[in-house]
């Protein structure tokens, strides 16, 4: 062909297991509902800078250390990171990847997460606790968007890998995972019941 693609971002999507998904989400909503109760200083951190919405990023962010449930997650995820990164050609150069923070995320309604991205790691993910059906997904922001300069907008019927932003449904038991440079936010959440997730970074040492 005259014209081929490059430079391409990847993103990861997949059930985080084969089965078991409902037990296991079931005892992590419990978990991270009895967290946000007992973590007196997220909630007033997330008062100030994640209204309506509860986050231990800022108290408690490192919970694969301090928790079994968590721990046994981070096992699981760190199988599909390592998929991941064959995927994306890295060189780990014989090193190994590390879990380095791992955090609660609760969206009750009209809670929203604003455009950010995640320094010092080099992936990041999402993994989906609790989805109540209308709940908001995972928008991802092309990363040249600051480089188009005089281009025209993309037609109505662009192809997905053309627009200017691409949204992953939110579905519970399933894995975003994603580089770490790359922005993205969810909007607010706007039906009657909590959204729950689990994000987390990852480097490699």
């Not at 909503?29 to 007196?40: I, P, S, T, V």
């Not at 231990?56 to 919970?63: D, F, R, T, W």
């Not at 046994?72 to 090193?95: M, P, R, T, W």
Request: hydrophobic residues 35%.
């Amino acid at each position: 062909m005259s014209i081929k693609s490059w430079f391409p971002t990847y993103i990861y999507s997949k059930a985080l297991q084969a089965s078991g998904l409902a037990k296991l989400n079931n005892e992590l909503a419990e978990e991270c509902r009895n967290l946000r109760d007992y973590d007196k200083a997220g909630r007033a951190w997330s008062k100030k800078n994640y209204p309506g919405g509860y986050t231990s990023y800022a108290s408690m962010n490192e919970l694969q250390r301090f928790s079994s449930t968590f721990a046994e997650l981070e096992k699981k995820i760190n199988k599909h990171v390592l998929k991941y990164s064959k995927a994306l050609d890295f060189d780990l150069q014989g090193k190994s990847i590390r879990m380095t923070d791992c955090w609660v995320n609760i969206m009750p309604p009209l809670a929203a997460h604003s455009l950010h991205l995640h320094p010092l790691a080099f992936i990041s993910g999402t993994y989906y606790v609790t989805t109540p059906v209308g709940c908001p997904g995972l928008k991802f922001e092309d990363p040249r968007l600051d480089r188009f300069m005089a281009a025209p907008p993309r037609t109505a019927s662009a192809r997905n890998e053309n627009k200017a932003h691409i949204i992953y449904p939110a579905k519970a038991g399933n894995l975003l995972l994603f580089e770490s440079w790359l922005r993205h936010e969810v909007a607010q959440n706007r039906v009657s019941k909590e959204r729950i997730s689990i994000s987390f970074n990852y480097n490699w040492s």
